[in-house]
C-alpha cells in the first residue's frame, strides 16, 4: 500500500510539474497576444477562434478601425491602407451573431474611431453560433487545449509550406487579412459565374428576423459608443446582380432604412461600378473579390468615407 501511495504522490508531482511546463511554454509563446505580445501577431488555424481570442486584447489596443463582414470583405487587405492602422475582423462562414460577439468582446476593451461593414444578404441570412469556436472556454484554452496545439502544428506546416493548397503560408497576415483567393479559386471567375447563373436561388435574399435584432443591436452598440460607422454594399458580378435586382434591392432597402442617419452608406452595385461589376478580373468566383478587386475596394471606401489618420 506504500508503494502504491508512493507512486500516486510521485505521479502526481511529476504530472504538475508538466501541467506548469506546458502552461509556462504557453505563456511564453502567447500566441494570441493574451498576456505580453503586442504586435505582429498572424493567424495560422481556426479563424473564428483566433480573432476572438485577438479581440481580447491584441486587436483593441492596437488598430484604430475595423472591418466587419463574413468571407466577402476577409480578404481585404488592410495593411496596404499605410495612413491607418485597420484590423480586418471578417471571417469566413460568419453571420451575425458570430461577427457581433467578436465585435462585443473588443469593445469591451477600447472603442475604435471607425468599422467598416460588408453588406451581404449572408450576414443577416440566420442567427446563432455556427461552431463553438467563440466561446469564452476559449481564453483558457490558450493556456492549453487542442486548439491551441493545432494552431502550433499548423503554425510550422505553414512556415514549411507543407500543405500549400490547404494551408499555405502566408494566408493570414497581422492585420486580420485573409488571403484565401488561391484556396477558393478552382475555376475560373466566368464559368463559376456562369454556372452560379443556371441555379435557381444563387443569392438567397430573406432576412432572417432575429438577425435583423442582432443586427440592429451591433449598430447601436456602435453609435452609442460614438464610432463612424462606413456601410457598404458588396459588388456582385454584373450578371448576377441584374437577375436578382428585384429581391437585392429590397434587401438594400430594408438595410438601409436601418442605418439611415447612423451610418455613411456605399453601394457597389450602383451604375456608377458597372465598369469594375462588369470586369470578371475583380473576382475569383461568383462573388469574392481578387487581389485587384479588394485593393480597388477598400482604397475606394476609405476615399469615398473621407477616413484620415487620427491627430
Keep these: 500500500m506504500d508503494t502504491y501511495k508512493k507512486f500516486l504522490i510521485t505521479y502526481s508531482r511529476w504530472s504538475l510539474l508538466g501541467v506548469i511546463i ?34 481580447h486584447k491584441y486587436v483593441p489596443e492596437n488598430f484604430e478601425g475595423y472591418i466587419l463582414g463574413p468571407s466577402l470583405s476577409a480578404n481585404l487587405n488592410p495593411k496596404e491602407i499605410k495612413d491607418l492602422r485597420i484590423y480586418n475582423l471578417s471571417m469566413m462562414g460568419a453571420n451575425i451573431t458570430e461577427q ?23 450576414l443577416t441570412a440566420d442567427h446563432g453560433m455556427k461552431t463553438g469556436m467563440i466561446n469564452p472556454k476559449e481564453f483558457y484554452g490558450a493556456l492549453g487545449s487542442f486548439s491551441l496545439y493545432k494552431a502550433y502544428a499548423l503554425a510550422v506546416v505553414r512556415h514549411f509550406n507543407l500543405l500549400p493548397g490547404k494551408y499555405p503560408k502566408g494566408q493570414f497576415n497581422a492585420y486580420g487579412y485573409n488571403f484565401y483567393n488561391s484556396i477558393l479559386q478552382k475555376i475560373p471567375a466566368q464559368e463559376k459565374i456562369e454556372a452560379e447563373l443556371q441555379l435557381e436561388n444563387a443569392i438567397p435574399t430573406a432576412i432572417d428576423s432575429v438577425a435583423l435584432t442582432e443586427f440592429n443591436s451591433m ?14 454594399f458588396h459588388p456582385l ?4 446582380y441584374k437577375k ?18 447612423k451610418a455613411t452608406i456605399l453601394d457597389f452595385n450602383a451604375e456608377a461600378y458597372t465598369d469594375f461589376t462588369r470586369n470578371f478580373n475583380n473576382y475569383i468566383d461568383h462573388g469574392h473579390v481578387s487581389e485587384q478587386g479588394q485593393r480597388f475596394l477598400l482604397n475606394e471606401i476609405v476615399t469615398r468615407a473621407g477616413l484620415k489618420p487620427a491627430r
Excluded: M
Design 244 to 261: 436578382y435586382q428585384g429581391p437585392l434591392t429590397q434587401y438594400q432597402q430594408i438595410i438601409t432604412g436601418h442605418l439611415q442617419g
Design 219 to 232: 449598430i447601436k452598440s456602435l453609435t452609442d459608443k460614438r464610432v463612424e460607422i462606413i456601410a457598404y
Design 22 to 55: 506546458l502552461v509556462g511554454i504557453n505563456l511564453w509563446v502567447d500566441l494570441y497576444g493574451l498576456y505580453w505580445r503586442k504586435t505582429d501577431i498572424a493567424i495560422y488555424s481556426d479563424e473564428r477562434t483566433s480573432k476572438y481570442l485577438l479581440a
Design 237 to 240: 458580378p454584373y450578371p448576377l
Design 100 to 122: 457581433n460577439a467578436v465585435l462585443q468582446k473588443a469593445l469591451e476593451k477600447n472603442t475604435p474611431r471607425f468599422v467598416i461593414l460588408c453588406l451581404h444578404p449572408y
